[in-house]
Nanobody, 129 residues
Framework: QVQLVESGGGSVQAGGSLRLSCAAF????????MGWFRQAPGKEREGVAA????????YYADSVKGRFTISQDSAKNTLYLQMNSLKPEDTAMYYC??????????????????????WGQGTQVTVSS
């Protein structure tokens, strides 16, 4: 049973930083996709960043490029999202997601919900002005 467990959320002031973690359990694949999504109240869930473990390539939504960095520690089975220069509009519930179906995803799919078949429960990030 695959499990994804996020941590690291919290409240910060604008301009601050947070690092989210996503610990993954119960899988044995070495090549797959993982991503971070967020959902603000009253809005749809949106893709923030994604990584393909086959070549460690990373992809970002335009709204976070240059501020957020996705990375993975394969030895610890942990995905990270380093968030710098946070803005109030970054306030949302952040979710970790993974896809182990062995498909080839394009960039749009990597930042879209249907691209993933496992989801964590989320961790709240609140940025105050």
């Amino acid at each position: 049973q695959v499990q994804l467990v996020e941590s690291g959320g919290g409240s910060v002031q604008a301009g601050g930083s947070l690092r989210l973690s996503c610990a993954a359990f119960g899988y044995s694949y070495s090549i797959y996709y993982m991503g971070w999504f967020r959902q603000a109240p009253g809005k749809e869930r949106e893709g923030v960043a994604a990584i393909y473990t086959g070549d460690s390539s990373t992809y970002y939504a335009d709204s976070v490029k240059g501020r957020f960095t996705i990375s993975q520690d394969s030895a610890k089975n942990t995905l990270y999202l380093q968030m710098n220069s946070l803005k109030p509009e970054d306030t949302a519930m952040y979710y970790c997601a993974a896809d182990f179906r062995g498909r080839q995803l394009n960039v749009i799919q990597m930042l879209s919900e249907p691209g993933y078949n496992y989801w964590g429960q989320g961790t709240q990030v609140t940025v105050s002005s």
